[in-house]
């Protein structure tokens, strides 16, 4: 598992994700030492994922290939992996709760102007789609609910801007700043996140994509 964040502003959608990865010892999540920049691009949107490498990898590497489009694409991807990953495994007894653990949370544009955030539902096979001002987290197996409860408390800081005016520049950096804190927060808690943090912004008419690196040092510009 890993840390994620989706945040929707209506036309503008951010996704962030750490690096950090883990494989699974004696039925218990155990922290690498390997770092994976875990947020995927095609022309339409991004994709994250969290879960176990051999079923999220395939699903984002078609996300790219075939240049995924809509909810509907997406999904037939994801239903198409999940059973050939069922197909590869069908002798191991926990495979339906490893495709459940999985997790894709995505952006892409709805036709209307807006930018659609969504994150895949395992017990409806669908997608939750986040309202504009919502905010969804994933996080990794070590955060207790007591921390979980505060990030939740820490997304009411998240700016949303005014419907009618857009999502400004400002609002969209205020979010990605408050992102870090969070994860600030957790890692100060000793939790297993990574201090580098990935991020796509992903607006109507414009895209970026940013480490927090160099988020914190340079700021983050329409160009």
Known sequence: MTFIAAVSMGDCAILAADRATFYVGAGVSIASAHLERKIAGNRHGYITAAGFVELIRPVKERFV????????????????????????????????SRVKSCSWTMTLPDGEGSILAAVYDYASDGLLALARGGSLFSFPPDVADLEKRH????????????????????????????????VGYLKDRGRSLTSQIDFAVHAAGWRREVDSGRFLEKGLSWR
């Not at 239903?79 to 590869?88: G, K």
């Not at 800081?157 to 609002?171: P, Q, T, V």
Request: hydrophobic share 40%.
């Open 151 to 182: 990030i939740q408390s820490m997304a009411y800081g998240f700016r949303f801007g005014r419907a009618r005016e857009g999502s400004s520049l400002r609002d969209i950096g205020h979010n990605l700043s408050l992102i870090l804190s969070m």
């Open 65 to 96: 290939a075939e240049a995924s489009a809509c909810p509907t694409e997406v999904m037939r991807i994801i239903a198409d992996e999940q059973e050939r990953f069922r197909r590869r495994n069908y002798l191991k007894a926990a495979v339906e």
